[in-house]
């Protein structure tokens, strides 16, 4: 289904779903230091959002086992929480979905436990910087390929391998719609967006090969090369001259 312009009802429950998004993520980082198991964040953000009043999107979604997924150092996305203890110096990625009243909204950041490399603090900085260069050409008729085109300026300016295999996309009655939001593009291309929709822009970089391989659960994505990769993503609402950030506070 190609993501809905939103009724103002709805937007209203996507900002509560966000703010609560954000809430969890905020408490993340605050909590996710050296020697803290990945599971023990798993069960904060369970018991955080429960206590908001949200319900975790990620829980049972295509059978995932649990309500977020932690993706360390070489580890894309879609890491299954582990008793695994963070260390010093890692890469962590934590992402997250709230659906509240039905609407749902998906946010993702990445951190360094402790104190990281400069190499890595700079993956997770420029990463970020292209989530929002994606974001900051967002308006009313905006194409997909002028998002990608964004995204990919930044990131090739520091040649980092950008992930082509998995993309941003459509957001708000489920946790994917369509259309697809590539990290990568030409601008005047692709799917034309309108004001009032919801999209979530989830730039993925590596700081090596972009290629990526599937770990034997089925559902760690991981670097070909192990080398560090970052992941940024917010839900924003398009509007008719800008953006408005969901997942923010
Ligand atoms: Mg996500
Ligand atoms: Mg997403």
């Known amino acids: 289904m190609f993501t809905r312009v939103k009724t103002e009802a709805e937007l209203e429950r996507m900002r509560t779903s966000g703010r609560m998004l954000a809430t969890v993520h905020q408490a993340i980082r605050k909590f996710a230091v050296p020697g803290v198991t990945e599971i023990d964040v798993a069960q904060l953000a369970a018991k955080e959002l429960k206590a908001l009043g949200g319900t975790p999107t990620f829980l049972g979604y295509y059978g995932f086992p649990d309500v977020i997924c932690i993706s360390v150092n070489d580890a894309v996305v879609h890491g299954i929480p582990k008793n695994r203890e963070l260390k010093d110096g890692d890469l962590a990625s934590f992402d997250f979905g709230v659906t509240y009243e039905g609407m749902v909204t998906d946010s993702a950041f990445s951190m360094v436990i402790g104190k990281g490399s400069t190499d890595v603090q700079q993956l997770i900085s420029v990463t970020e910087q292209s989530m929002l260069a994606g974001i900051a050409v967002l308006k009313d008729g905006v194409m997909t390929g002028d998002i990608g085109a964004a995204v990919e300026a930044v990131l090739n300016l520091h040649k980092y391998g950008i992930v082509r295999d998995l993309v941003g996309h459509g957001v708000g009655h489920s946790l994917h719609e369509e259309p697809d939001i590539a990290n990568y593009g030409v601008a005047g291309t692709g799917k034309q967006l309108s004001a009032g929709m919801t999209i979530a822009i989830e730039p993925m970089a590596n700081m090596g090969t972009e290629r990526i391989i599937m770990e034997d659960d089925g559902w ?28 923010t506070l």
């Open 220 to 247: 760690t994505v991981r670097t070909a090369d192990g080398k560090p990769s970052a992941h940024f993503e917010h839900t924003v609402l398009i509007t008719e001259s800008g953006a408005e950030i969901l997942t």
